[in-house]
């Protein structure tokens, strides 16, 4: 007898980001996390990068109007229930998707990914300038405190100066601000810090939390923003409230990085499947 078929019908979430060859990082860590979040996972390709568990050895862009192609195709046909953003590799690219993302009444996460592990600046000073129309349409952005301190232009050292650059962000236009705390904290613990704007716009009403959790000794974090970012989308497209979506991702990380990929000859990659309190 033929199985009857049993289909499922998961809310829909978008990852618009660079690709990684190595798989630990860009739209393969986004699309994992949606999965283990609950999420349909889709993408759209804003370059593509020869890379692995050592390093980036060449980038290229997709033309912006080869993005907004893939975007239209994906909002043509499925019932988008989130958007996240990480890697846009030039300027023009997020003047282009700071565009289709204003048209969109989903919540919007957008990982500005400006700076590497190591330190060095991904971006153009030009393509920097441009993320200020993107931060406006973004209900959540999520920089470490390197990107912060691009951004606002001051250092982020401290948890007091996340909770600042947090502020200048949701004044900049963002619904919220959480600015992940890997290089914020004391050596044991990790601080991230979430600011939440009043649905006025008043920066002066704006809300501030902090998650602190065990650090993890541990050089295997490539893909940490993107798994985090994408786990944020994919809960907030099955409809969790932004705190709610937000803690149970950040709780997660812990278990992403601890179970992460031995894979390579670098470091490894987080396993954005391992969150702890998934969908």
Known sequence: MTP????????VALAIAGSDAGGGAGVQADLKAMTAHGAFGTSVVTATTAQ????????????????????????????????????????????????????????VVVDPVMVAAS???LLSQEAEA????LIGAA???????????????????????????????VGAGADAALVKGGHVGDGERVTDTLVVGSKEGDDADSIALRFENPRVETEATHGSGCALSSAI???LARGEQLREAVAAAVDGMG?????????GEGPGAVNPTAFDGGA
């Open 4 to 11: 009857a078929r049993d289909p499922v019908s998961p809310p």
């Open 52 to 107: 692995n568990t050592r390093g980036v050895r060449d980038v290229h862009a997709v033309p912006p109007a080869h993005v907004a192609s893939q975007c239209d195709a994906v909002f043509d046909d499925f019932d988008v229930g989130a958007v996240k953003t990480g890697m846009l590799a030039t300027a023009e690219t997020v003047e282009t998707v700071t565009g289709l993302v204003a048209t969109v009444e989903a919540p």
């Open 119 to 121: 330190g060095d600046r």
């Open 130 to 133: 441009a993320y200020d129309g």
């Open 139 to 169: 209900t959540l952005v999520t920089p470490n405190a390197d990107e912060a301190e691009v951004l606002v232009g001051e250092p982020v050292e401290t948890p007091a100066d996340a909770e600042r650059a947090g502020r200048d962000l």
């Open 233 to 235: 989308a994919a809960r």
């Open 255 to 263: 278990a992403a990085i601890r179970r992460g990929y031995d894979v």
